[in-house]
């Protein structure tokens, strides 16, 4: 038995193996700022639908906040290790991604998007989804409070006026994208703050 | 108190336990990444990986990634081995204190 195994030490090597197994398995990726950027993102094509009425308000927005999301996701994550729970998270948002770039650019070219209600419907179904499977994966109350979020805007939108809609819509982006983004980017920040480090 | 398990002196470093803990959790994982969860330095994590592997509990994979070296770990079925049985030994050792422990969380 090595010189030092004193119950404390024996103790505190039982509590690095717990520490660091938990540190490996956490979704180590950041991810706090994608939920900002695409909470503007929506608010921006939102005022430019509101100000020109331009069919392009929705397809450019999304793409050039898909190409900023892929951009940075590559700098910031390119050295984060692989597991299979980032993996699995991962998975539901590039899907998630896909399915809005797709459905904002056809329904944008065709000119189809023309029934607010039936539009916010489909995007916060969508998001709901995306949100709910990651906080069932993840355990997270948090992130599970905005896929309900995402769903209530659901009811609103469907059953509401015009007016409803729209502010349900506008209060489900600033809920579910813009104050979750923020808490995750501060709760991301006090943890690595937390950190002590172990020495040889 | 001869029936007591003998504890991995590899497995035992500090920092050695950290980074199989570590590995043990993710499939692969690059070198900036053990050196960001540890908070150790360059030298010392240099060092401690390089027991690791000498042992034979991690490999590693070197390569140039835009002209910088870039290594990645991932622990071995000897390293996750030797760590399940420092578990264990440890659990023996601790005994009590750990069902303590177990039944508080």
Known sequence: ??????????????????KMIAEGRRHTESWGWTFILWGIAYYVALAWTAWRHSEWAWPATVLIAVVITIVVAYSKNARHPGTTLGRAIGSIWIALGISISLLFL?????????????????????????????????????????????????????????????????????LGQIAFGAYGLIAETKERNRRNPIHG | MADLPDLNPIVHGKLRLALLSLLAGVEEAEFTWLRAKTQATDGNLGAQLLKLEEAGYVAVKKKFVLRKPQSTYRITEAGRQALTEYVRALKQLLGPAVDTRERKS
């Open chain 1, 106 to 174: 056809a329904l944008g070219f065709s000119g189809r998007l023309t029934d607010q209600h039936v539009f916010v419907a489909v995007i916060a179904g969508i998001l709901g989804m995306a949100n709910g499977a990651s906080a069932l994966i993840l355990r997270w109350k948090v992130q599970f409070a905005c896929a309900a979020v995402w769903w209530l805007a659901i009811i609103a939108t469907s059953f509401g006026s015009d007016r409803v809609s729209t502010i349900s819509f506008l209060a489900a982006i600033f």
């Open chain 1, 1 to 18: 038995m090595p010189e030092d195994a004193t119950p404390q030490e024996l103790a505190e090597r039982l509590n690095i193996i717990e």
